[in-house]
């Protein structure tokens, strides 16, 4: 695991991914196409985390007006040779 991460993370996606889980740049840009906006705003994305083999982000997603309500969304997609193979979503 060490030898690979080395091969394609930066020093510091080194140690974002394996002290704290978070997402590495190569990893973020197969995900960001899966965020949703629902508004001008662009996505809201709370988190994103990785575990090399799935990444799991958290997006707020706001009801369309008149509500004024929101929720929170969680999707993980399973990666397999840098591509999404498979996507769930919770919320």
């Known amino acids: 695991m060490f030898l690979h991460a080395c091969r394609h993370d930066k020093p510091l ?9 978070m ?5 973020m840009d197969l995900v960001r196409p899966l965020f949703q906006s629902t508004g001008p705003a662009g996505p809201k994305v709370l988190w994103v985390r990785s575990t090399g083999s ?3 982000f ?5 009801e369309p007006p008149p509500s004024k309500s ?6 993980v997609v399973k ?5 999404v193979v498979a996507k769930w979503q919770f919320g």
Do not use: M, P, S
Not at 79 to 83: F, S
């Open 70 to 75: 929101g929720r929170n969304v969680i999707t």
């Open 23 to 27: 997402a590495a740049h190569y990893e």
């Open 13 to 21: 996606d080194f140690l974002r991914r394996h002290l704290f889980g």
């Open 54 to 56: 799935h990444i799991a």
């Open 79 to 83: 990666v397999v040779d840098g591509k």
């Open 58 to 62: 958290c997006e707020r997603q706001d």
